[in-house]
């Protein structure tokens, strides 16, 4: 019984999918629920496991091609046994081979056509230097006295010696120019144009590699591209002293981590204290849409999380009704599933408010780029000791420099401000957070 091995629904936001590599061949025999190949979409890579256990017998979509929901890419014959041999593996060998053969064959004409042009070069260097050495002028030692006292060269003057040397006679009669005059500078020969360089030349023999850009990075690409061209971004900074903060995590980190089983980090306060600030200011969470705005009634805080394939950027929903340990285990949770390429498309869709943390890779200061159709993000990075000023006394402690991207189209200058001071406050004074005051 032959079955059809179809791509799955994609959500709405979705209109196709690109397939990355098989990892099962024509005509090979697979099991029930065993990957078959992976397809990117711009927001995640899924897996497509066989829907039945048999024969592989035809693929018709390779790496590479473009797909939509619920388009057939191969079929399985379900009542086909597990081959006995390897025919099928040593086939593939054996293609390989031919293939690669044509690429070696070429490698060598071209190292030969190389070596014959180098053994060319030699030769005619030799001969050109044998040329020069045979016309070199030679003179009598009477006309070497002779020319040197008129200021001639010994080229100047035709010699009429045996073997083409110059006799004092040759130099005597020699008319080109008075005695005493000063020789005239011998012209140089014209520099041989230069032969065109092409980029092929120069690049010869330095490793490039060229690879497809991959769904996902093409699409985080195309949506950098558009926040910038589409709205008017602009940032503000502002430092925060985070020794609160550090003094409250360090307290009752062990406790913490015990009771809920996650470590408590810096992200979740850095969540917390962004819901409290756009709270104070809505128009920070709100979006364009038109000629309208949209006012959110909830927070969906965006966290940005690196993947082997490209920044991600998964929606931490209502975050404003989550705790502290909630909102870590919901980071740790993307963390390990963006590493593991298991975050689904709903996970990274929508959002009203985003944070980028810079800090973990080492930054010290950025403008982040909105992520559309958000309004606002926020840049948070190294919190590094640095002298500051307290009560008159230059003082240590440690600082983080936050940046806050915003679209002035919608938000003025003091609302983000505003905003960011907000988020700084709550920071330095977390009792902030649980008082809502």
Known sequence: MLIEVKVPPLSESVAEATLLSWHKKQGEYVQRDENLIDIETDKVVLELPAPEAGVLTKIMKKDGDTVVSNEVIATIDTDA???ADKTVAAANTQASAEAEAPV???????ASLVAQAGGSA?????????????????AMPAAKKLLQERGLKAEEVPGTGRGGRITKADVLGFTGRPAGQP???TPRPAAPEPAPVSVETVLAGRPEQR??????????????????????????????????????????????????????????????????ALKKFPVVNASIDGNDIVYHG?????????????????????ADQLSLAEIEKTIADFSRRAQEGKLSIEELTGGTFSISNGGVFGSMLSTPIINPPQSAILGVHATKDRPVVENGQIVIRPMNYLALSYDHRLIDGREAVLTLVAIKEALEDPARLLLDV
């Open 81 to 83: 046994k597990p081959p």
């Open 104 to 110: 070696k064959a070429e490698a060598v004409t071209d």
């Open 122 to 138: 030699q030769a005619a260097a030799k001969a050109q230097a044998s040329q020069s050495q045979g016309s070199e002028a030679v």
């Open 183 to 185: 020789p005239q500078p």
């Open 211 to 276: 690879v497809p850009m991959s769904r996902l990075r093409a699409r985080i690409a195309e949506r950098l591209v558009q926040s910038q061209q589409t709205a008017a971004i602009l940032t503000t900074f502002n430092e925060v002293n985070m020794q609160a903060v550090m003094d409250l995590r360090n307290r009752y980190k062990e406790k913490f981590e015990k009771e809920h089983g996650v470590r408590l980090g810096f992200m979740s306060f850095f969540v917390k204290a962004s819901v409290y």
């Open 298 to 318: 909830y927070y969906d805080i965006g966290i940005a999380v690196a993947s082997p394939r490209g920044l991600v950027v998964p929606i931490i929903r209502n």
